[in-house]
Every structure is written in C-alpha cells, then in structure tokens.
T-cell receptor, first 113, second 112 residues
Framework: SQTIHQWPATLVQPVGSPLSLECTVE??????LYWYRQAAGRGLQLLFYSVGIGQISSEVPQNLSASRPQDRQFILSSKKLLLSDSGFYLC????????????FGEGSWLTVV | LAKTTQPISMDSYEGQEVNITCSHNNIATNDYITWYQQFPSQGPRFIIQ???TKVTNEVASLFIPADRKSSTLSLPRVSLSDTAVYYCLVVPANQAGTALIFGKGTTLSVSS
C-alpha cells in the first residue's frame, strides 16, 4: 500500500533562518506531488506541485521554493523565513494519470519567531 | 477548474443527519465531485467521490442531481467526532498535474 511521510512534525525557527521540510511517498512511482500551507483558522493554500523529477509549478509567489530531486521525494525550502511563513504545511500526492483523489501527509507545524 | 461554493459553518447535535451542499455551476463533463474531511492539526482525508446520482460508503452518502451543478454530502447520525472541516472539490479526471484548489470548506460543529 502507498504511504506518505513528511518531517519534521513541528519546528520553531527564528526569522531569517533557513527551512527544509521533506516529504516522501512509498509504494508508488511517478506520483504527482503537492505542498500546501494552512495558516491558523484558514483554508488550504496550494504552494507548489510537481508532475515529475525536476518539474515544479509554483502557485503563489513567495520566499519559498520546492524541489523534487527523486521521483518520490519532495522538499520545501526557504533561505530566509518570514513571520508570515508560520503555518501548517502539508505534503500530498496523487497517482499520475488517475488523479481523482489526493492523499495527504501528517503535516508539519512551523512557527517562525 | 470549476469553482465551488459551500456554507462556511454548520451546527448540529449528536444523532442528527447533516447535509452539506456544495454548488459547482461550472462543472465540466469530465469532472468528479470529491469531499474531504479535516480534523485540527491533521491533513484532509478523502471521504467520498462521485460523478452522478448517488454514492454511498461506510462514512457518508453523496447525492448529485442530474445537472451536476450541485452536490450534497450527507452524514448520517453524526457524533462529536464528526466535528471537522469538510471540503468540496471538483476534480478533472485523469489529468496529471492538476492544481487542486481547496476552498475554506464548511466547519461542522457537533454538540451533545
């Protein structure tokens, strides 16, 4: 069966520090991968999605970036965090060419102080 | 992508049936209607998906009229644990890389 993992689960980072959130999917190949953010009390905001290695689409201009160095690995990064980057970050995947349903990871809570 | 509209919030009591309606007037022929449930500090979880008429699983039922411009998620006999945010999405079938847009969802509060 397919599983998705992301880490770390929680982190507290000072303003201006770098960020790296990792996500891996197991049990499938060539999935579509997504990064979402959810600020406190708000809806889900799509940040990036990827249809393959090295292929990244950005939905929202910001100081975040994403990379997909391997087929089942998706990384969210920032060189310098802002206070407004605080939130709940979710990685998700769906099977390519049959993408009717999307599956989410456990989420990562980021607090920028 | 078809835009969806659903109530911001709903209140219910334990044991009642809850119906959450979603409008999607611009739904396309190859679009599916999908509902997700999200608990605090967790990622959304797939509940049910349908194309037309009625779909039922162990969690909920989904009613879709013939024109498919709306859909209704029905939760039978809700309990306190059904308190969550419910999202309605219209998803094109088999399209790689589709950007799935989640709206604000409907916050369902179940009281005893």
């Amino acid at each position: 069966s397919q599983t998705i993992h992301q880490w770390p689960a929680t982190l507290v980072q000072p303003v201006g520090s770098p960020l790296s959130l990792e996500c891996t999917v197991e049990g499938t190949s060539n999935p579509n991968l997504y990064w979402y953010r959810q600020a406190a009390g708000r809806g889900l905001q799509l940040l990036f999605y990827s249809v393959g290695i090295g292929q990244i689409s950005s939905e929202v201009p910001q100081n975040l970036s994403a990379s997909r160095p391997q087929d089942r690995q998706f990384i969210l990064s920032s060189k310098k965090l802002l206070l407004s980057d605080s939130g709940f970050y979710l990685c998700a995947w769906d099977p390519i060419h049959s993408g009717n349903t999307i599956y989410f990871g456990e989420g990562s809570w980021l607090t920028v102080v | 992508l078809a835009k969806t509209t659903q109530p911001i919030s709903m209140d219910s009591y334990e044991g009642q049936e809850v119906n959450i309606t979603c409008s999607h007037n611009n739904i396309a022929t190859n679009d599916y209607i999908t509902w997700y449930q999200q608990f605090p500090s967790q990622g959304p979880r797939f509940i049910i998906q349908g194309y037309k008429t009625k779909v039922t699983n162990e969690v909920a039922s989904l009613f879709i009229p013939a024109d498919r411009k709306s859909s209704t998620l029905s939760l039978p006999r809700v309990s306190l644990s059904d308190t969550a945010v419910y999202y309605c999405l219209v998803v094109p079938a088999n399209q790689a890389g589709t950007a799935l847009i989640f709206g604000k969802g409907t916050t369902l509060s179940v009281s005893s």
